[in-house]
């Protein structure tokens, strides 16, 4: 699914679980009177095994009548842009290419909050299998008949759950349970509203407990950044991004070295979950969620040709008429920001290499970067002492 905010920072919850609605548990056991006399035992058969009583019968309408105030129904419909068939294409003369089509989806949710939090599946949401999702509606049904549009707050596909919002208050949330306490062959009630048939109650037992999530393995792609993730198309990057993500997930990790542009629409398409790399600016926080930390940061440096450095006495006010190269899409922070509506000659490169040479060609005067980036480069196009801070 297209949900850029989230291929950064991934939210997870763990030790849940909905199936076709939720489930409440309780002992029910099977009593005889006390009065009634044993059974007899027929000439030359086995004994009957004797059922001891543990207690009464449990209401289960009363139960069932309190659960469903926390249920709704929810539907999803995807957008999602398909290749169509050639043939089909042929046959209905159709014209050929990508066309949008919908999915649709249904299930149950628990209200958890009386402000409009409702727990469901991931799938129940639609989950994206790759899909290239261009839209997606959700509408809640509560247990009122009150039809609402719902937002995701967040999502996980490895423990197939979803958290939903509602604009809504004053809601009946269900009472959250210890399952540290289930025990396996446990009755229990399976309560939901999957296909709008106003409730469903099925009774079951517990039959297993603590089944690990075959959770996939998270994806991390980048491109070629100086110390931080280095390597080639088809080779396993290394670097501090790589150590670091190392740490915090272990083998759950994939890192995958690519080309800027491709690793850039891998996370906009989904098909990646974390992007190594990129420089903090506005149009990307819009795009995408960032660390709350950075990991890294880089201090602008402005490379001259030597012998040359002292023609900018580091004003920013004389770069109004300086020829100037940066690179296109870095951060160079607020100051430049300010600034460079007023830089008339300022050039945008597409990487340092580009930047370097023009300085050294005397197409312009100042090249902005950082040392991380530009030591590498100096040393590999022999221009260590023909440029200098």
């Not at 027929?42 to 001891?52: D, E, I, T």
């Not at 999602?80 to 999915?103: A, K, T």
Request: some cysteine.
């Amino acid at each position: 699914m297209n949900r850029i905010k989230r291929a950064i920072i991934l939210g997870s919850f763990l030790g849940l679980g909905v199936m076709g609605g939720f489930i409440l548990a309780g002992k029910l056991v099977s009593t005889s009177p006390t009065d009634t006399a044993p059974p007899q035992v027929m000439p030359g058969a086995l004994p009957r095994p004797q059922v001891a009583a543990a207690g009464a019968l449990p209401d289960l309408s009363s139960v069932a009548e309190r659960a469903v105030l926390s249920s709704a129904n929810i539907s999803s419909t995807q957008f999602v842009r398909v290749q169509s068939n050639p043939i089909e294409d042929l046959i209905f003369g159709r014209r050929g290419g990508d066309m949008v089509q919908p999915s649709q989806s249904l299930g149950s949710g628990v209200i958890v909050s009386a402000d409009g939090y409702v727990l469901t599946n991931n799938h129940v949401i639609g989950d994206d299998r790759g899909l290239r999702v261009e839209g997606l509606k959700i509408k809640v049904t509560l247990p009122d008949g009150r039809e609402m549009d719902g937002t995701i707050v967040g999502a996980d596909a490895a423990t197939d759950l979803a958290l939903v919002k509602v604009n809504a208050t004053g809601l009946t949330p269900f009472t959250w349970g210890d399952s540290s306490r289930l025990r396996i062959a446990e009755w229990v009630l399976a309560i939901g509203n999957p296909y709008q048939f106003n409730q469903s109650v099925s009774l079951g037992i517990v039959s297993a407990l603590a089944r690990p999530a075959q959770a996939a393995p998270l994806r991390a792609v980048g491109s070629q950044f100086a110390r931080i993730f280095e390597g080639s198309e088809g080779q396993p990057p290394k670097g501090l991004a790589v150590d670091l993500l190392g740490q915090l997930f272990g083998d759950s990790l994939r890192c995958e070295w690519l080309p800027w542009p491709r690793a850039q629409l891998m996370i906009e398409q989904g098909e990646a979950d974390i992007l190594i790399g990129p420089y903090r600016t506005p149009e990307r926080e819009a795009r995408m969620l960032f660390s709350v930390r950075s990991f890294y940061s880089d201090a602008m440096v402005w490379y001259a040709r030597r012998g040359e450095e002292s023609r900018w006495t580091g004003e920013f006010g004389e770069l109004a008429q300086t020829p100037v190269a940066a690179v296109r899409g870095w951060a160079y922070g607020s100051r430049f920001e300010r600034m460079k509506t007023g830089m008339a000659q300022l050039t945008w490169v597409q990487n340092v290499d580009a930047g370097l040479q023009m300085l050294t060609k005397r197409r312009v005067e100042l090249f902005a970067a950082n040392d991380r980036n530009c030591q590498p480069v100096l040393q590999r196009l022999d221009l260590a002492q023909a440029v200098t801070r």
